[in-house]
């Protein structure tokens, strides 16, 4: 059991260069989303997914898409990478939306020059 | 969810008990208290949460007042390991998902 494994671990990009941050999860979780975490901040919510098919927007969705086509995964893409886009990623999961804890992966530390 | 208050900073003598408050003063019903940590450049990790009730777990002590108003998180006998940032959350249980964090509280345990 793995829990929520994210890749890669560190990223430099050029401004305008797109990448996908991958995350997964082998928990059967229903819940999973995207927070971004910049100097002295807590996180902030990015993308959310309620299950598979579903996504919505979370506080700070701009230059982020996402899907979620399976339970398992739910990759996070930047279509033209902006030195604002600096910032740590952290992909979470929870069983549900009712009392439960959210687990999170390592993060994925991302520079864009 | 309601908003919450930590103090910035804490320190913590290694083996004391470490007592991390929390206020939240504007807390409804039917929002839970919950307390994560982060040690750093990792992920937030789970401690533990509580609605009215007094909790605890292997990791910590939950203490929430009775009027609900404030919390306090009880690590027993903190260790070095522990030195992390310590949010409070407060969220509605059937609510919206994402999970507030403020800035927390930057909790170090000395020798």
């Known amino acids: 059991n793995a829990g929520v494994t994210q890749t890669p671990k560190f990223q430099v990009l050029k401004t305008g260069q797109s990448m996908t941050l991958q995350c997964a999860q082998d928990?059967?979780?229903?819940?999973m989303s995207w927070y971004r975490q910049d100097p002295g901040m807590g996180l902030r919510l990015i993308h959310y997914?309620?299950?598979?098919?579903?996504?919505d927007q979370g506080e700070v969705p701009n230059g982020y898409n996402v899907s979620r086509s399976t339970t398992e995964d739910f990759p996070l893409r930047l279509l033209s990478a902006a030195p604002s886009q600096t910032s740590v990623y952290f992909c979470?999961?929870?069983?549900?939306?009712?009392?439960?804890?959210?687990?999170f992966g390592q993060g994925t530390r991302l520079t864009v020059v | 969810d309601a908003k919450t208050t930590q103090p910035t900073s804490m320190d913590c003598a290694e083996g004391r008990a470490a007592n991390l408050p929390c206020n939240h003063s504007?807390?409804?019903?039917?929002?839970?208290v919950y307390w994560y940590r982060q040690i750093h450049s990792q992920g937030p990790q789970y401690i533990i949460h509580?609605?009215?009730n007094n909790e605890t777990n292997e990791m910590a002590s939950l203490i929430i007042t009775e009027d609900r108003k404030s919390s306090t998180l009880i690590l027993p006998h903190a260790t070095l390991r522990d030195t992390a940032v310590y949010y409070c959350i407060v969220r509605v249980a059937y609510g919206g998902y994402a999970l507030n964090f403020g800035k927390g509280t930057s909790l170090l345990v000395t020798p």
């Open positions: 979470a999961s929870s069983y549900g939306r009712g009392n439960t804890e959210a687990f």
């Open positions: 504007t807390i409804s019903g039917n929002e839970y």
């Open positions: 928990m059967n979780h229903e819940y």
């Open positions: 997914s309620v299950g598979a098919g579903i996504t």
């Open positions: 509580g609605l009215k």
